[in-house]
């Protein structure tokens, strides 16, 4: 069997499943996850089966052929007849999934495999290291650069082909042409949905890199068990656990409230969450995900007004500097506090003047300075 730290862990789900590196957003978010509580490491091993992505590579194969798959992703080659056939018929079971099976899979097969898979494990890590850059991070998103990072992955399979992998020349050549294919953008209803979640959750218009990193896990598509995933994921975020620390279940909601529609909860709907929370029936990233799908009237003007100014944030910071600056509690706080202006037509032909979103992002970028939504031309970072 691998250590199996939490690290190493979202490594060999990486390979296992999508059978490529995984991305330095993607590494740090899931591993972190799994450090907050133990039992998160089977949450982010469902989220894994439920991963679009997954359904690209196993989806219409019967579970001969997807264990066939698995085993040529983690070890190079195809399972004896024993394990295909035992393991086929543990997934027909359908309790644990594929990434379930992972684990077991370390525990039955030999030495000289186990050996494959660490190889295997120490040239992502070094393809994750090799992407420093925004740049290069931004880049590796999509099928053409997924494509050649699974190259890359499956020509190693012993210490001899990890030494020639993973030399300089080598990485920086695979990184050089991934940031060649460019980046590749995410539907923009995508997209939205992903800002409607910053929105939600933090009360914010997303940064860049989250943004893309979010939505590239759609798959080009809608869906609920993403969804749902990201809320959990977004659930144990320390911007989010530091919007509620410290505050009871009706301070909670009624922050939930505020962000969302810019107004103080009803007292019924404070009862009524706040109750729930007191139970434990449910979690807070519920209770914000629920409010939010039910928004109507004023409330969905309101929360679809911050989601546009949202947008247009994120878009105005397109320079290396302006990525590079939103980011932390801090500069977020300034976005966040902007949004919260925006809760009606007035304040959101205020929020979404071209003026004043460039005063916002020159103010993120430099750390001081103002806004004036009454005098639209004086709308400049102070030096």
Not at 182 to 202: C, L, N, R, S
Not at 258 to 267: C, I, P, T, V
């Amino acid at each position: 069997m691998i250590n199996a730290d939490s690290v190493t862990l979202v490594h060999v789900l990486y390979i296992a499943l999508f059978g490529r590196p995984a991305d330095p957003v993607g590494l740090k978010t899931w591993s972190t996850l799994i450090d907050k509580l133990p039992g998160n490491a089977a949450q982010v091993t469902s989220a894994f089966n439920a991963a679009d992505e997954a359904y690209a590579m196993f989806g219409g194969y019967s579970s001969v052929q997807k264990i066939d798959i698995l085993f040529q992703n983690m070890f190079g080659h195809a399972p004896s007849a024993a394990n295909r056939v035992s393991l086929a018929a543990e997934l027909d079971k359908g309790a644990a999934g594929l990434a379930g099976l992972v684990d077991v899979i370390t525990t039955i097969v030999s030495p000289a495999d186990i050996a494959a898979l660490e190889a295997k494990i120490a040239a992502a890590s070094a393809f994750v290291g090799a992407l420093d850059l925004n740049v290069e991070v931004l880049a590796y998103n999509g099928d053409r650069a997924h494509g050649l990072a699974h190259d890359f992955l499956a020509k190693v399979t012993d210490a001899v082909s990890l030494a020639q992998a993973t030399a300089t020349p080598e990485l920086n050549t695979l990184v050089a042409k991934i940031v060649g294919l460019g980046p590749a953008p995410a539907p923009e209803a995508i997209k939205d949905q992903v800002q409607e979640m910053y929105i939600a959750f933090f009360g914010r218009a997303a940064d860049h890199n989250g943004l893309e990193y979010w939505s590239k896990l759609f798959g080009g598509a809608p869906s609920d068990n993403v969804q749902n995933m990201i809320a959990s994921a977004f659930g144990q975020a320390h911007e989010y656990q530091a919007l509620f620390a410290g505050k009871n279940e009706a301070q909670v909601v009624a922050t939930v409230y505020e962000n969302l529609f810019g107004r103080a909860g009803e007292s019924a709907g404070i009862e009524y969450w706040s109750a729930l929370l007191q139970k434990g029936a449910i979690a807070v990233h519920n209770v914000v995900k629920a409010i939010s799908e039910g928004a109507r009237g004023s409330d969905l003007y309101a929360f679809d007004a911050k989601v546009k100014v949202a947008v247009a944030i994120t878009n105005a910071m397109d320079t290396q500097q302006e990525i590079q600056s939103y980011v932390g509690l801090e500069r977020g706080k300034i976005v966040h506090d902007y949004i919260a202006t925006v809760k009606d037509p007035a304040t959101f032909a205020a929020a979404i003047n071209p003026h004043a979103i460039d005063a916002l992002v020159n103010i993120v970028v430099t750390g001081i300075g103002t806004w004036d939504f009454d005098n639209p031309s004086q709308h400049t970072a102070l030096y």
